[in-house]
């Protein structure tokens, strides 16, 4: 257990809906970090963020966004959903932003775009 | 970013020694390199990283080749479970956020 807490574990829709993914970092943590996986993708990074504020920034589409929380948890918007995002979606946390950081991942959140 | 470059698999017996490969020719010298593995139905978990010197922990070690532009993963003796996806990674020293995991390479250990 990586103390990085992710909800819901499974997620069904249809395309065009609109979902929230919820991320709650470990203890102490200030940093989260949200990442999809896709068979033919890989691991890709979507964005991070650092108490509250947006860090950086990688292959995130428009259709989606998401935030910080002043207790730290971190929710990762999906709209106008297509297929092609089904995928497992990733938060990972760590208490700072530094490249020697160790990254702690969640379970996943699985979601299914029918 | 920097890329890193990983066999697409290997085998290893039970009980024998693993090196995996990571080849990281661009890395720059604020690059830290960090391993994960990721199980099967499981979120990535993390190995080992280093900076410019071999590393050890409970779970593995960290070889670092001198010009640091390849480094390899070394389990002591595999058990069955540490079949999994392995990564090598690189994280800028002021911000770890846009690292890229690559492809990865997938271990199987046979009985």
């Known amino acids: 257990d990586s103390g990085v807490t992710q909800t819901p574990k499974h997620l069904i829709t249809a395309t065009g809906q609109r979902v929230t993914l919820r991320c709650s970092p470990r203890?102490?943590?200030?940093?989260v970090y949200w990442y999809q996986q896709s068979l033919d993708q890989g691991l890709q990074f979507l964005i991070q963020y650092y108490n509250g504020e947006e860090r950086a920034k990688g292959n995130i589409l428009e259709r989606f966004s998401a935030q910080q929380f002043p207790d730290l948890h971190s929710e990762l918007n999906l709209s106008s959903l297509e297929l092609g995002d089904s995928a497992l979606y990733f938060c990972a946390s760590s208490v700072a932003t530094e490249g020697r950081e160790t990254q702690y991942f969640g379970p996943g959140t699985r979601l299914l775009v029918l | 970013d920097a890329k890193t470059t990983q066999p697409n698999s290997m085998e290893s017996n039970e009980e024998e020694p693993v090196h995996l490969p990571c080849n990281h020719s661009?890395?720059?010298?604020?690059?830290?390199i960090h391993w994960y593995r990721q199980l099967p139905s499981q979120g990535p978990e993390y190995v080992i990283h280093g900076l410019t010197s071999n590393v050890n922990n409970r779970m593995a070690s960290l070889a670092i080749a001198e010009d640091r532009k390849s480094s390899t993963l070394i389990l002591h003796r595999a058990t069955l479970r540490d079949a999994a996806v392995y990564y090598c990674i690189l994280r800028d020293w002021t911000n770890a956020g846009k690292s890229t995991f690559g492809d990865g390479t997938t271990l199987t250990v046979k009985p």
């Open positions: 203890s102490g943590d200030l940093s």
């Open positions: 661009t890395i720059s010298g604020t690059d830290y």
